[in-house]
Nanobody
């Protein structure tokens, strides 16, 4: 079973930027659509961004549009989340997730659709 490890979280001031990375191992990365989710204390896990197997289609939550960019490098088995103009309300644990799919252009927004999850990385945005 493929495993996912996130990195790049940390403490940043409002208006700052962070780039999260999620490295996959033990599987064929390119058969998976990927997604980023986040969970703030006391809240449910929510979708942030999704990307198709080869990166040609992407989708974002309204809260992420215009500020976050999801991308992937299949040769490096890595998916990224570039986060700009960060706000205190972006504070959460960020998780990457993978869904095995035969569709080359599909992305997925529901957490139940994903098969594999990373352990998460903490992002804290101070005001």
């Amino acid at each position: 079973q493929m495993q996912l490890v996130e990195s790049g979280g940390g403490l940043v001031q409002a208006g700052g930027s962070l780039r999260l990375a999620c490295v996959a191992s033990g599987g064929t990365f390119s058969i998976y659509a990927m997604g980023w989710f986040r969970q703030a204390p006391g809240k449910e896990r929510e979708f942030v961004a999704g990307i198709s197997r080869y990166g040609d289609t992407t989708t974002y939550a309204d809260s992420a549009k215009g500020r976050f960019t999801i991308s992937r490098a299949n040769a490096k088995n890595t998916v990224y989340l570039q986060m700009n103009s960060l706000r205190p309300e972006d504070t959460a644990v960020y998780y990457c997730a993978a869904k095995s799919t035969s569709s080359s252009r599909s992305y997925y927004t529901a957490s139940y659709e994903y098969d594999i999850w990373g352990q998460g990385t903490q992002v804290t945005v101070s005001s």
